[in-house]
């Protein structure tokens, strides 16, 4: 059974920094993306960050340049460093992997492929 949980969310002000970390089980496929998604109250879900097996990372233009992604495969965790974070950044921030496990092309722009889903993790950027 694949699981996917997510922590590290909070609330910080504007100009700081979390680290998400998504601990990932039961998810064993040799070819791979998964990424951070993200939703704010009222918005539809975006992509936020993904990487595959190929170490090849992609980043919704918002984000770029402040927010990394990683992977520790030692701990099959999926991180997503978050730096000068901004109000705007405000969001339910979910963990996903296509159920099918394969690179998908575009992937962070199908917000809702067939993914499995963390239970998500709420950050709030006040100014």
């Known amino acids: 059974q694949v699981q996917l949980v997510e922590s590290g969310g909070g609330s910080v002000q504007t100009g700081g920094s979390l680290t998400l970390s998504c601990a990932l089980s039961?998810?064993?496929?040799?070819?791979?993306?998964m990424g951070w998604f993200r939703q704010a109250p009222g918005k539809e879900r975006e992509g936020v960050a993904s990487?595959?097996?190929?170490?090849?990372?992609d980043y919704a233009d918002s984000v770029k340049g402040r927010f990394i992604i990683s992977k520790d495969n030692a701990k099959n965790t999926l991180y997503l460093r978050m730096n000068s974070l901004k109000p705007e950044d405000t969001a339910m921030y979910f963990c996903?992997?296509?159920?099918?496990?394969?690179?998908?092309?575009?992937?962070?722009?199908?917000?809702?492929?067939?993914?499995?889903w963390g239970q998500g993790t709420q950050v709030t950027v006040s100014s």
């Open positions: 996903a992997a296509p159920v099918t496990g394969r690179i998908i092309l575009g992937w962070l722009d199908l917000p809702h492929y067939n993914n499995y």
């Open positions: 039961g998810y064993t496929y040799p070819y791979y993306v």
């Open positions: 990487i595959d097996s190929d170490g090849d990372t």
